[in-house]
T-cell receptor
Framework: DAGVIQSPRHEVTEMGQEVTLRCKPISGHDYLFWYRQTMMRGLELLIYFNNNVPIDDSGMPEDRFSAKMPNASFSTLKIQPSEPRDSAVYFC??????????FGPGTRLTVL | AQSVTQLDSQVPVFEEAPVELRCNYSSSVSVYLFWYVQYPNQGLQLLLKYLSGSTLVKGINGFEAEFNKSQTSFHLRKPSVHISDTAEYFCAVPVAGGTSYGKLTFGQGTILTVHP
């Protein structure tokens, strides 16, 4: 298996622009997690899905952030409009029935 | 909710020396505990996990951790480190406690730097 796939690996954008991050979980996994990592705040869980349904989005910082999982093999995290403080590394992870989480390589987002 | 505290933000050590990375958790009930490693510019990877049974858990790359219920600790150890062990290490516990894997809370991380 190719593991969790994230794209793009790096994204540089200007403040106010829309940013879409993509994730393909490991085939057969039924949980998908979105995390954000910064020096100041460490690793934070933003939202997670079970069987494509959002279960807990309490970590989503504000309405500018939204996440979708239209099917079992694809999820997006969208930021609109983006702000410099959104600069971070965003990780996607997946797991089968709540077992070990497998992380993707991350997307490094820079908002100028 | 459960939480974990990693007591050291950075640990420098020389190659072939032993190392211990400290983690304390908050819980009065049975828990699952995890150590993850993050190599530079990569995602997190599971090193080892404690579920139940033996309090000494062995993981990948020669790492091990000991679950100590009385001290609410789960320290990570390696008897002899290599340059390639340079990475950031995270302790984690399920937010809901007990035996749930689903939603984890991570410590702030410990950066291990191995010098030649």
């Amino acid at each position: 298996d190719a593991g969790v796939i994230q794209s793009p690996r790096h994204e540089v954008t200007e403040m106010g622009q829309e940013v879409t991050l993509r994730c393909k979980p490991i085939s057969g996994h039924d949980y998908l997690f979105w995390y954000r990592q910064t020096m100041m705040r460490g690793l934070e869980l933003l939202i997670y899905f079970n069987n494509n349904v959002p279960i807990d989005d309490s970590g989503m910082p504000e309405d500018r952030f939204s996440a979708k999982m239209p099917n079992a093999s694809f999820s997006t995290l969208k930021i609109q409009p983006s702000e410099p403080r959104d600069s971070a590394v965003y990780f996607c992870a997946s797991t089968y029935s709540g077992n070990e989480q497998f992380f993707g390589p991350g997307t490094r987002l820079t908002v100028l | 909710a459960q939480s974990v505290t990693q007591l050291d933000s950075q640990v420098p050590v020389f190659e072939e020396a032993p190392v211990e990375l400290r983690c304390n958790y908050s819980s009065s009930v049975s828990v699952y505990l995890f150590w993850y490693v993050q190599y530079p510019n990569q995602g997190l990877q599971l090193l080892l996990k404690y579920l139940s049974g033996s309090t000494l858990v062995k993981g990948i790359n020669g790492f091990e951790a000991e679950f100590n219920k009385s001290q609410t600790s789960f320290h990570l150890r390696k008897p002899s480190v290599h340059i390639s062990d340079t990475a950031e290490y995270f302790c984690a516990v399920p937010v809901a406690g007990g035996t749930s894997y689903g939603k984890l809370t991570f410590g702030q991380g410990t950066i291990l730097t191995v010098h030649p």
